[in-house]
């Protein structure tokens, strides 16, 4: 390996003034500094060529180590033909000047063949020519497989001239200008895990490639060149008949001469000269004359027939338009009136669903009216149907069974609070142990645990714990004993009642008693303790989740009377509105009343309202007067100033009505508003001038409802702050109207 490692470095100092040569042509060039890969210099296109002829080198060293040493096995007839075709790298060192020329020949040829080769690279007669090895002139007859070359490997050859003063020998191309090896050898795999390696040789052009343009990078300022390929042009296939150009070039007449440039005469019969006519041909003009209105004519009929092409074409444009559009049209409104099923089968399922698991104090509503709707229609069946004493005794069991009803519905009323006081019950414990939340600077949410904080998660997992059935008695006593240390830190009337609780369970566990037995006296521990997590001064982070503050003197301004019950309660017990004042009635009295007396259903107005609320916070994320009003304004609203109907097909059905404006560009208001079905909403809302768009007769009646509102709102004072006074947009009231129209 030294050795061949001293071989490699021998090779890379001679092969810097080496001169790659065509093994077929004239020696080629390199191009110019101009015409050179953007971003690389000399220096490293020099460092490349060494680190290839290096691998190069390297891999013909191993190459010929693979190779077995007994040359006489090369030289025998039978294999002396294959292994003549194969080719080998030849390096002819010029001398005196020690330039190497490389050059890929087969190891088959004779020397005599090889000079010629040579010589024709640079140029000198072959008789000159004098190729040595290792010191010792080589006949011209012998080949180079007799001279020990092996297929795909290299030798090394001088070569002087006979006669250096008449013939030198120096290489036609500079050694500055070799970029790249003319002979590089290249591994192919010719089968699944075979692979041979092949010589390839490089060809260059004897003269420089012309410039194809190119492009510069923006940032690097680096310049790329087009490159031409070698490959010939592929010619088009000859289609066998005559093919004729009928190419023209016309020049201009103004700077030109139009006289012929040779005189021609000719001949024709004449007094004393006779010129045959034997040769002579008839021309005819093919049809009749055409004259200029009959040319017009033609040219008129084929403008007409071309544009009855194009308007026919046009036209099929826009009736295809046209058709694409009623399409869309019919698709959106299939869309829409499928989206307006489907909203009233989910209203209807949703509604069927309230009435069979009623859980909040709307779906007790609803159950109420359902039951007095029912009520009223048995009551007047039986008024126009039955007199006398039948009618007494169709009443008195109509008011059996409705008290029936009404006590069904209060037993699924008591079973839904109990079931919703441990939602509630856990949902406060959750609020209390939850940890303080706020968001950076940047926008990252961040979370911080207090002690506060921890105290409350802490009590809140021992509450779980305790209201837990399905544990056994050893859990049950470890838990009851935690539960009796925690509340030990604290001394008053509530702990001492809950530790007596604990004692007398863990004395009756003792003593065997089932777990059924024991329910009761559970309960009451899990309640006094609720209660001790709800004390400020034992789970300080419940004061501000309690309605009652803890300090008297804030009571003073949130206290009110109710004339219902006659107790003094907090505002938050109150329904708000717009049109009353907090010392009315409050909430438990107003729907107990309503059970008692209307029964009346307000989730059709909320849905209203809720809906009314969205789309102005959509439009106007400023607007007021929408939040200002409560269920029972809307209802008004509807109910008394639009008779709860639609403005202009008298729809009645409160699930398919809603607000919108009716000037679209002045927010929301109880006289800038019409109530419409969802359907005409859409239609309503594209109206950029009502004025223009509607009657002036229905303008007249909607502006009779606006001033309705406004004399029922102006009223109110947090109603009256908002009223925009409006002139008068004409002479006639709504008695100058038709009676349809009032």
Request: net charge negative; proline share 4%; glycine share 4%.
């Amino acid at each position: 390996m030294s050795e061949q490692r001293e071989n490699v470095e021998e090779e890379e100092e001679e092969e810097e003034d080496e001169t790659n040569l065509q093994p077929g042509g004239d020696t080629a060039e390199q191009p110019p500094e101009g015409d050179r890969e953007p971003g690389r210099d000399g220096d490293e296109e020099q460092a490349d060529r060494s680190t290839t002829d290096v691998l190069e080198t390297a891999e013909e060293a191993e190459t010929q180590a693979d190779l077995p040493d007994d040359t006489e096995q090369l030289g025998e007839p039978q294999r002396r033909d294959h292994v003549g075709d194969s080719t080998a790298t030849v390096k002819v060192v010029l001398v005196p000047g020690g330039h190497v020329m490389t050059v890929a020949f087969a190891i088959g040829l004779s020397v005599q063949e090889l000079k010629l080769h040579l010589a024709a690279e640079l140029r000198v007669p072959a008789e000159v020519l004098q190729i040595s090895l290792d010191g010792r002139v080589v006949e011209q007859q012998r080949s180079l497989m007799e001279l020990g070359v092996r297929p795909q490997g290299s030798t090394r050859m001088e070569m002087s001239s006979s006669d250096p003063t008449a013939y030198p020998l120096r290489p036609l191309r500079p050694p500055d200008h070799d970029n790249m090896p003319d002979v590089i050898t290249v591994r192919v795999q010719t089968d699944e895990g075979v692979f041979q390696e092949v010589v390839v040789e490089i060809e260059r052009p004897p003269q420089q490639k012309a410039f194809l343009g190119g492009y510069r990078h923006r940032l690097t300022g680096a310049e790329y060149h087009h490159a031409a390929i070698q490959t010939l042009t592929k010619r088009r296939p000859h289609r066998g008949g005559a093919v004729f150009s009928r190419d023209t070039q016309t020049v201009d007449l103004r700077s030109q001469v139009q006289q012929c440039p040779v005189d021609v005469a000719t001949q024709m019969t004449a007094t004393g000269c006779y010129v045959s006519s034997m040769n002579d041909k008839l021309v005819a003009a093919r049809g009749g004359y055409i004259t200029a209105d009959e040319h017009h004519d033609t040219r008129l009929r084929a403008v007409i027939r071309l544009q009855s092409f194009t308007r026919r074409w046009l036209a099929r444009q826009a009736v295809d338009r046209l058709r694409r559009d009623r399409a869309r049209r019919l698709a959106w409104q299939e869309l829409q009136e499928r989206r307006r099923r489907e909203e009233k089968e989910e209203q209807l399922r949703n509604q069927r669903h309230r009435w069979l698991n009623p859980q909040r104090r709307e779906d007790f509503n609803l159950l109420y009216r359902a039951l007095e709707t029912w009520r009223l229609e048995e009551e007047q069946r039986i008024n126009s149907s039955l007199r006398g004493a039948e009618r007494k005794v169709a009443l008195c069991a109509l008011l059996e069974k409705e008290t029936q009803l009404i006590a069904d519905i209060g037993r699924h009323r008591i079973a839904a609070h109990n079931d919703n006081y441990e939602q509630t019950v856990g949902n406060f414990l959750d609020k209390s142990a939850a940890p303080h939340r706020w968001r950076a600077a940047d926008g990252r949410p961040l979370e911080m645990d207090t002690q506060h904080t921890i105290r409350a998660r802490e009590l809140r997992e021992l509450y779980n714990n305790i209201s837990r059935s399905s544990v056994s008695q050893e859990q049950r006593l470890h838990v009851i004993l935690t539960l009796k240390h925690t509340v030990k830190e604290h001394e008053c009337q509530l702990t001492r009642d809950v530790v007596d609780l604990i004692d007398r369970e863990m004395d009756l566990m003792t003593r065997g008693v089932k777990a059924v037995s024991l329910e009761g006296l559970r309960k009451r521990i899990s309640t006094l303790f609720l209660q001790y997590i709800k004390t400020p001064a034992f789970n300080p982070e419940v004061a501000k989740l309690l309605k009652v503050p803890q300090n008297p003197s804030q009571l003073k301004n949130i206290m009110f009377l109710c004339r219902g019950c006659h107790r003094y309660l907090l505002s938050s017990d109150f329904r708000p509105s717009a049109s009353d004042c907090l010392n009315g009635r409050c909430c438990s009295c107003t729907e107990l009343d309503n059970i008692a007396r209307s029964r009346e259903d307000f989730s059709r107005y909320k849905d209203i309202l809720r809906r009314l609320r969205a789309d102005e916070q959509r439009l106007n994320g400023e607007a007021k007067i929408p939040f200002l009003l409560q269920v029972d304004d809307l209802r008004y609203l509807v109910e008394v100033v639009w008779a709860s109907h639609s403005a202009l097909h008298a729809s009645s059905d409160l699930y398919n009505l809603v607000f919108v404006r009716w000037e679209r560009r002045t927010d929301w208001s109880p006289w800038n508003c019409i109530l419409l079905s969802k359907e005409e909403t859409s239609a309503h809302l594209e109206v950029e001038d009502v004025h223009k768009a509607y009657e002036a007769t229905f303008i007249l009646w909607i502006e009779h409802k606006h001033r309705l509102a406004r004399r029922h709102f102006s009223q109110i004072p947090v109603m009256a702050e908002h009223l925009d006074p409006r002139p008068s947009t004409g002479k006639r009231t709504i008695d100058s109207l038709p009676a349809s129209a009032r």
